[in-house]
């Protein structure tokens, strides 16, 4: 397994969790880490990314102001803090790595390296 992901949970709206993403450094190192969620019957919806070179950093509209994308080189993780949950905020998320092409960050196709999965349930 060369991407794990962890941290997920059941919280209250409005409520805060901490998703990680581990792998080698030599995963993460020159690549783009994502995560994106997924819901039954639904495509797998780009969440956020972050390049471990530069540490530029994307998000998608839904989680602007809410959710925050780091990297942390000494463990290494790319962690997503979410904030001020919403119940449409409920899914399976998965982190991603090894972007086939730089302009596509936020499109699940792109990425070499998928984790496990967490679920992120958030109720009302």
């Known amino acids: 397994v060369q991407l794990q992901a962890y941290g997920g949970g059941l919280v209250q709206a409005g409520g805060s969790l901490r998703l990680s993403c581990g792998a080698s450094?030599?995963?993460?190192?020159?690549?783009?880490v994502a995560w994106f969620r997924q819901t039954p019957g639904k495509e797998r919806e780009f969440v956020a990314a972050?390049?471990?070179?530069?540490?530029?950093?994307y998000y998608a509209d839904s989680v602007k102001g809410r959710f925050t994308i780091s990297r942390d080189n000494a463990k290494p993780t790319v962690d997503l803090e979410m904030n001020n949950l919403k119940p449409e905020d409920t899914a399976v998320y998965y982190c991603a790595a090894r972007l086939l092409s730089s302009s596509r960050y936020y499109l699940s196709d792109y990425y070499a390296i998928w984790g496990q999965g967490t679920l992120v349930t958030v109720s009302s």
């Open positions: 972050i390049t471990w070179i530069g540490g530029t950093i």
């Open positions: 450094r030599r995963t993460f190192n020159g690549n783009t």
